[in-house]
């Protein structure tokens, strides 16, 4: 049995990409799916062939959100499973040199896509969330939310924000059922990466590789999160690296331990 097997199932910024990947998933699998994205097109018509339902829904309005989310709930008897995956890219510094202004209302849809949106989704969803066995909601941050990320900096501090509302939120609810995880792929092929795909060759991503993945491995990881049933934790899969976990837990010893040398006596 799937991860998302009879579950109530909606997925923002599900029309294409990473999020179209999800929405094939779990509709496969036997979840009751609902798409919001601002592509009406390529949503309705992703709908109509796995048979989900589909609501025009910009993540930058709360409103919109609420909307979705309430239609997710009535129709489908409440929620288990959100999927916040929203996201554009943002301006970049670097990007003057070659002649590309830096734009700040591009920054502001990016702010307004990638962090409020998750803020919106989070805040909307919790009531009918919270006390629910097994409700999951999973936020498809990025490898950006983890790491530096050149000519994407604007990208990357909407990332760092929503991984540390996840990281957060997990805690915040410790004692309730409802969890909170990250997706935090690297380079995967979908048109978000347009923006900089001409730079992959020459960034330097260490282990994790600048070879771009398809959206499925993503998807899978997706349903990996959900059926564990882990909490506050952020996932990281590319094309040079399998799914696995960041380890936090580590990440804290080390400040820890940063903190005690450098504490007064």
């Not at 957060?168 to 059922?177: I, N, Q, R, W, Y």
Request: hydrophobic share 45%.
């Amino acid at each position: 049995m799937s991860a998302y097997t009879g579950k109530s199932v909606l997925v923002t910024g599900g029309a294409g990409g990473i999020g179209a990947a999800l929405v094939r998933r779990a509709a496969a699998d036997g979840g009751r799916v609902v798409i919001a994205d601002v592509d009406t097109e390529a949503g309705t018509a992703l709908a109509e062939k796995v048979g989900a339902l589909f609501q025009h829904t910009d993540v930058r309005d709360f409103e919109q959100v609420r909307a979705v989310i309430d239609l997710a709930t009535n129709e489908h008897d409440g929620l288990d499973v959100l999927h916040l995956n929203a996201g554009i890219t943002g301006p970049s510094e670097g990007f003057t040199d070659v002649g590309v202004p830096y734009s700040l209302e591009h920054y502001r849809q990016a702010v307004g896509v990638n962090l409020d949106g998750v803020v919106h989704g989070v805040h909307a969803a919790l009531p009918s969330m919270r006390h629910r066995p097994g409700a999951a909601i999973v936020v498809t941050v990025s490898f950006a939310g983890l790491s530096h990320s050149p000519h994407t900096e604007v990208y990357a501090a909407t990332k760092h924000a929503a991984l540390a509302l996840v990281r957060s939120l997990s805690m915040t609810f410790a004692d309730d059922p409802v969890t909170f995880n990250a997706l935090c792929p690297g380079f995967v092929d979908t048109p978000l990466l347009d923006p900089v795909r001409e730079y992959l060759p020459s960034m330097d991503m260490g282990t994790l590789g600048n070879r771009t993945l398809s959206a499925e491995p993503v998807a899978d990881l997706a349903e990996r999160v959900i059926a564990e049933g882990g909490d506050g934790d952020a996932w990281i899969v590319s094309a040079d690296v399998a799914p696995t976990r960041y380890p936090f837990d580590a990440e804290r010893e080390l400040l820890e331990g940063t903190l005690r040398a450098a504490a007064h006596r």
